[in-house]
């Protein structure tokens, strides 16, 4: 009854539901409808009355039956065509929307019984799942009010991209001496450094990272999609937001993941044309590299860095809040979501697609650079699958295997190749790899001055001496 629109009348489908109750309770069990009665010598206008009000409750009976039709339910077959209010409803539910903790959420049918497909929801309510049918409708609500917010969605990982923990029996004896998990401990608002006591971790927030949500927040729907477990994603989200304002119940951990091993846009309400995602590993996006924006890994804690050189910490530094990584992916972030709603002049703002967005812009990094490997590869490989080429394709540059005059920088790890000595001679840049990766992250072509190759030094003072021994 609760499900009647304002227009219907309930006090006639009420007044109606007694009366079907009230006929039927007082019929005699030996008399069908209609026969003689002790009260036939009744004055006739009596007699009008009552078929009136018979006539009265017909029409409302057929509004209660068309109600019940409208509502999805039919009578038992059984019933008679009066019935009464204790006829059994039997309410239709093909196909079921969802369930949660295994009963359909419409019919309270089992899932056990259905053979039902869905999407798995638990971050937003335990044992939630939802059919891809209404997926797609939710989905297409999502995209609708996002655009009329003007607003993207943004995946956020968290390890080595907004955050870096450590256990504490992993923290390094030079980290103890630097009073790392001292610093922890205090009550300071500003603090950066947090102990997860019921974890025995420590985590750094990296540099800007506040900043960086409450920007973000302007333009993104934003989400936390981590391979951690749940406990530990949810008391990150409480350190980076701890008025509960950024993410709410939007935190997504490895066990709402639908595929071993790879995080994916389908457990993510909206469409893939609008989702951005910062994660410093491409590999568990193998279905949405076109949406990734691949960030250079926060490595403060000694125990994360085992295999890369000294830890942030233990050389006392730290990114800059003002061009560290965070501040510099702000700044790709406000210029998609420039680029997406601001200038895509006569394109339907519903056929938009943010992914050529960003391969767009990524081209333009190395526009006009034509690259020279020289030995930074395996001989026994082709050049063309490997990592660093694709990188250097996908910022913009022309990769080739030979030189010639129209090569712009050649990419070395030693300068006494043949190749890098042709580079200097020819005035051309040589530098290492590390330079396409720094312009991969930051987005940006990086000087060349500050990326030399190891040897150049050397080969430039023996040349010196020839020279001088040949005078």
Known sequence: LSSLSEDDDFADILDAELELASAADSASPGEPPGSPSDEEEEEEEDLVVELDAVGQGSNKRRRLEEHHQDQGTATRPEEDAIGSVKDAQIKICPPHTGFIGGLCYICGKNQDEEDFTGVPFGYIAEGLRLSNSEMDRLSGSEVKNLLRERKLVLILDLDHTLINSTRLHDISAAEMDLGIQSAASKNDPDRSLFTLQGMCMLTKLRPFVRKFLEEASNMFEMYIYTMGFKAYAIEIAKLLDPGNVYFDSKVISNSDCTQQHQKGLDVVPGADSLAVVLDDTEYVWQKHKENLILMERYHYFAASCRHSGQSLSELMQDERESDGALATILDVLKRIHTIFFDLGVGTALSS???????????????????????????????????IMWKMAEQLGAVCCSEVDPSVTHVVAVHAGTEKARWAVKHKKFLLHPRWIEACNYRWHRQPEEDFPVPGLKEDKGKEKVAEIAHL
Do not use: T
Request: glycine share 2%.
């Open 352 to 386: 938009r697609d943010v992914r050529p967005v960003i391969k767009r812009m990524r081209q333009e990094v190395l526009q006009g650079c034509k690259l020279v490997f020289s030995r930074v590869f395996p001989s026994d490989c082709r050049p063309q699958h490997q």
